[in-house]
């Protein structure tokens, strides 16, 4: 806004012209200074705030030195993996809380191992047919050959006349992130080779790459990096005190699990049915799975002035279902993922959803995350039990190594599931089960369910265990 003569109270004007923070810099290399703009953590401790501090600086610091705050995991992962020793006077807290516990491996694969993009290849003219990606050697050289190209692109452009004439701070960033990423790879993958397993690289329908991961088997080791108080509260409603240490690592003795006995939402306002219709795999029959489809139907049908939810194990199979429902049915369907062929966001869709006065949602990925209270939907149909993709090589070998950790993936993915339309004590939705290995896998695993659970699941052991 300086450079551009602009007063620092027209912030609209600004951003409406993206003369904003991303287009310049916090730190200028070549003059080893930091922005004007930026406060010194120290002053923010001590309570000297001036009114031109940096919005984004502040914020963080003041997060840091207050006793109590809050943080994303994308934020607080990437200080304790980056800036640990450099905040360790403000990080020594005695009380951790992390929400969403049952996805804690999900949050620290992002952090640890590398993602290959095309758009990758391409900003940095490399061909993958000269690589064998079936290697994990083959891919690291790959990847070292991405950070060289990053960096060269680097120094070509902070030594151009035109980025000297009006230079570019945000594209700099952006380049210097995806360097660090993959010069970083090579040392944390081969400190410890034999546990990142190297997935199968992901070809669209035309044969095309797209994309491709190496990834930590066994997270255990990372654990510590991120989670690293005194005491640490886990949070969530479908997590199991066994599969959860022997993930983490974290030793039993010293965890304690507060399982709550009995579901504080009114059993009939998320009552679930278990229709057992067929039991669904990769090797079902057409048969099986048009008798689920016409179940899926006859359930929309007695719902017919309603919204509701289908959730099922693959994108594929979303289509199936779509392509057999009755023609009242099918007019009635969104089928909702992150991305869309429409080139529509799951929030756009759920909108759409939202205004509809009988829509129904049909997803493979709305397991969780996403908030369907009162008449957005009122009723809710499990059409397969939401085992983990074996197709993934990660996860095939996971399987075999953590049997435990699979079946807790699927049960947790389920009950979350369950909880997708029933949001608070005066909310309700009916739920439908029609795949039978999905009430199997509950059965058979039934130390691994949640107490808060139980009634709706176990109900006559239930009312034993209520006397």
Same mark, same amino acid.
């Given at each position: 806004?300086?450079?551009h003569?602009?007063d620092?109270?027209?912030?609209?004007f600004?951003?409406?012209?993206?003369?904003?923070?991303d287009?310049g810099?916090?730190?200028?290399k070549?003059?080893?200074k930091?922005?004007?703009?930026k406060?010194?953590?120290?002053d923010?401790a001590?309570? %000297?705030?001036?009114q031109?501090?940096?919005?984004?600086?502040?914020?963080?610091?003041?997060?840091?030195v207050?006793?109590?705050?809050?943080?994303?995991?994308?934020?607080?992962?990437?200080?304790m993996?980056?800036?640990?020793?450099?905040?360790?006077?403000?990080?020594?807290?005695?009380?951790?809380?992390?929400?969403e516990?049952?996805?804690?491996?999900d949050?620290?694969?992002?952090?640890?191992?590398?993602d290959?993009?095309?758009?990758n290849?391409?900003?940095? %003219?490399?061909?993958?047919?000269? /690589?064998?990606?079936?290697?994990?050697?083959?891919?690291?050289?790959?990847?070292?050959?991405?950070?060289?190209? /990053?960096?060269?692109q680097?120094s070509? =452009?902070?030594?151009?006349?035109?980025?000297?004439?009006?230079?570019?701070?945000?594209?700099v960033?952006?380049?210097?992130?995806k360097?660090k990423?993959y010069?970083?790879?090579?040392?944390?993958?081969?400190?410890?080779?034999?546990?990142f397993? =190297?997935?199968?690289?992901?070809y669209?329908?035309g044969?095309?790459?797209?994309s491709?991961?190496?990834k930590? =088997?066994?997270?255990?080791?990372?654990?510590?990096?991120?989670?690293?108080?005194p005491?640490?509260?886990?949070m969530?409603?479908?997590?199991?005190?066994?599969?959860?240490?022997?993930?983490?690592?974290?030793?039993?003795?010293?965890?304690e699990?507060?399982?709550?006995?009995?579901?504080?939402f009114?059993?009939?306002?998320?009552?679930v049915?278990?229709t057992?219709?067929?039991?669904?795999?990769?090797?079902?029959?057409r048969?099986?799975?048009?008798l689920?489809?016409?179940?899926?139907?006859?359930?929309?049908?007695?719902?017919?002035?309603?919204?509701?939810?289908?959730?099922?194990?693959s994108?594929?199979?979303?289509?199936?279902?779509l392509?057999?429902?009755s023609?009242?049915?099918?007019?009635?369907?969104?089928i909702?993922?992150?991305?869309?062929?429409n080139?529509k966001?799951?929030?756009?869709?759920?909108?759409?959803?939202?205004?509809?006065?009988?829509?129904?949602?049909?997803?493979?990925?709305?397991?969780?995350?996403?908030?369907?209270k009162?008449?957005?939907?009122?009723?809710?149909?499990?059409?397969k039990?939401?085992?983990?993709?074996l197709?993934?090589?990660?996860?095939?070998?996971?399987?075999q %190594?953590?049997?435990?950790? /699979?079946?807790?993936?699927?049960?947790?993915?389920l =009950?979350?599931g369950?909880?997708r339309?029933?949001?608070?004590?005066?909310?309700?939705?009916?739920?439908?089960?029609l795949?039978?290995?999905?009430?199997?896998?509950?059965?058979?695993?039934?130390?691994?369910?949640?107490?808060?659970?139980?009634?709706?699941?176990?109900?006559?052991?239930?009312k034993?265990?209520?006397?």
């Amino acid at each position: 806004m300086e450079k551009h003569g602009i007063d620092l109270t027209e912030k609209d004007f600004a951003v409406q012209n993206k003369w904003t923070c991303d287009m310049g810099t916090c730190f200028d290399k070549k003059t080893k200074k930091e922005c004007n703009y930026k406060p010194k953590l120290s002053d923010v401790a001590e309570g %000297k705030i001036k009114q031109d501090d940096c919005l984004y600086y502040l914020q963080k610091y003041q997060s840091l030195v207050s006793s109590h705050s809050i943080w994303n995991y994308a934020s607080y992962f990437q200080m304790m993996k980056y800036q640990k020793e450099k905040y360790a006077e403000y990080l020594n807290k005695k009380v951790a809380i992390f929400d969403e516990a049952h996805r804690i491996e999900d949050q620290i694969i992002q952090f640890v191992g590398i993602d290959i993009f095309e758009r990758n290849l391409n900003e940095c %003219k490399i061909d993958v047919e000269n /690589y064998d990606l079936q290697d994990i050697d083959d891919v690291m050289k790959l990847s070292d050959g991405l950070s060289e190209s /990053y960096a060269r692109q680097i120094s070509e =452009l902070e030594d151009s006349s035109a980025f000297a004439q009006n230079p570019d701070y945000e594209v700099v960033q952006t380049l210097e992130n995806k360097y660090k990423k993959y010069a970083e790879a090579r040392s944390e993958i081969y400190s410890n080779k034999e546990n990142f397993i =190297l997935n199968k690289p992901y070809y669209d329908e035309g044969g095309k790459f797209r994309s491709l991961s190496v990834k930590p =088997l066994d997270i255990s080791k990372y654990v510590s990096t991120f989670f690293d108080h005194p005491i640490q509260i886990f949070m969530s409603a479908t997590i199991d005190k066994e599969s959860f240490c022997e993930n983490t690592g974290f030793n039993p003795e010293m965890v304690e699990i507060v399982d709550t006995q009995v579901s504080p939402f009114p059993i009939e306002n998320r009552k679930v049915e278990f229709t057992d219709v067929k039991r669904l795999s990769y090797n079902s029959t057409r048969d099986d799975e048009q008798l689920v489809i016409k179940k899926i139907d006859e359930i929309m049908t007695k719902y017919s002035d309603k919204k509701g939810l289908i959730l099922t194990s693959s994108k594929s199979r979303c289509f199936e279902i779509l392509e057999n429902l009755s023609a009242e049915n099918k007019k009635r369907i969104r089928i909702c993922h992150s991305f869309n062929a429409n080139g529509k966001t799951q929030d756009q869709v759920v909108q759409e959803h939202a205004e509809s006065a009988n829509g129904v949602l049909l997803s493979s990925s709305l397991w969780e995350g996403v908030d369907l209270k009162e008449d957005m939907s009122r009723f809710q149909i499990v059409a397969k039990a939401p085992y983990p993709m074996l197709s993934e090589t990660r996860t095939k070998i996971k399987m075999q %190594k953590y049997p435990l950790w /699979y079946k807790a993936q699927a049960i947790m993915k389920l =009950l979350q599931g369950f909880g997708r339309s029933i949001r608070d004590y005066g909310d309700w939705a009916d739920t439908y089960v029609l795949d039978s290995a999905a009430h199997e896998l509950l059965l058979m695993n039934r130390k691994m369910v949640p107490h808060a659970y139980h009634d709706i699941i176990f109900p006559s052991s239930f009312k034993e265990f209520l006397g």
